[in-house]
């Protein structure tokens, strides 16, 4: 079956530092895998795929098939990347199946 | 340009009371999917369609049932509620050959 881990349900760290959102998935195919973004009062909002291997707003995601992990990091952590995070698989059909969630602080 | 639009954005039911959540996109999408937020479990399947005229069962249909009326919209509908359902509701499309997903701004359901 296809399964999405987000091992942490919050991350705080501070202005500048880096970070690192942990995704770990399962999946007998080829995966494609997105990171989804919900800031305060709006709606989820694809960030970015790893299909395209872009960086959008500092954020960029490796897929390692091996360790079957997407991770999403950003070297200098700023305070509007406060908000929700989801990473998701497509599994069949165009349906995504959405980890947990990660909600990330980020402190002045 | 809308995107997707849910309507409505709160709402409050009293156990066994029925409700309509509509869903409309204007992009000409093909699929459409309903999706349910809670804390710690994330967003879990309701139901989708992937093109006008079909519906299949997602991770959580139990309770509920769809309509695909046209390829714009898309209703949920809850025929009896239940504390259990409780949550937030988030309707998204896609095209076939993107799986980017655009969602909708969810509609706050309280089942008490």
């Known amino acids: 079956a296809q399964r999405v881990t987000q091992p942490e349900k919050l991350l705080s760290v501070f202005k500048g530092a880096p970070v690192e959102l942990k995704c770990n998935y399962s999946y007998s195919g080829s995966p494609e895998l997105f990171w989804y973004v919900q800031y305060s009062r709006q709606r989820l909002q694809l960030l970015l795929r790893h299909i395209s291997r872009e960086s959008i707003k500092g954020f960029t995601a490796d897929l390692n098939k091996g360790e079957t992990s997407f991770h999403l990091k950003k070297p200098f952590a700023q305070e509007e990347d406060s908000a929700m995070y989801y990473c998701?698989?497509?599994?069949?059909?165009?349906?995504?199946?959405f980890g947990q969630g990660t909600r990330l602080t980020i402190n002045p | 340009n809308a995107g997707v639009t849910q309507t409505p954005k709160f709402q409050v039911l009293k156990t066994g009371q029925s409700m309509t959540l509509q869903c409309a996109q204007d992009?000409?999408?093909?699929?459409m999917y309903w999706y349910r937020q809670d804390p710690g479990m994330g967003l879990r399947l309701i139901y989708y369609?992937?093109?006008?005229?079909?519906?299949d069962k997602g991770e959580v249909p139990n309770g509920y049932n769809v309509s695909r009326l046209n390829k714009r919209e898309f209703s949920l509908r809850l025929e009896s509620a239940a504390p259990s359902q409780t949550s937030v509701y988030f309707c998204?499309?896609?095209?076939?050959?993107?799986?980017?997903?655009?969602f909708g701004s969810g509609t706050r359901l309280t089942v008490v």
């Open positions: 998204a499309s896609s095209t076939r050959h993107n799986y980017g997903y655009t």
């Open positions: 998701a698989l497509r599994s069949g059909a165009q349906k995504l199946v």
């Open positions: 369609s992937a093109s006008e005229g079909t519906t």
């Open positions: 992009m000409n999408h093909n699929s």
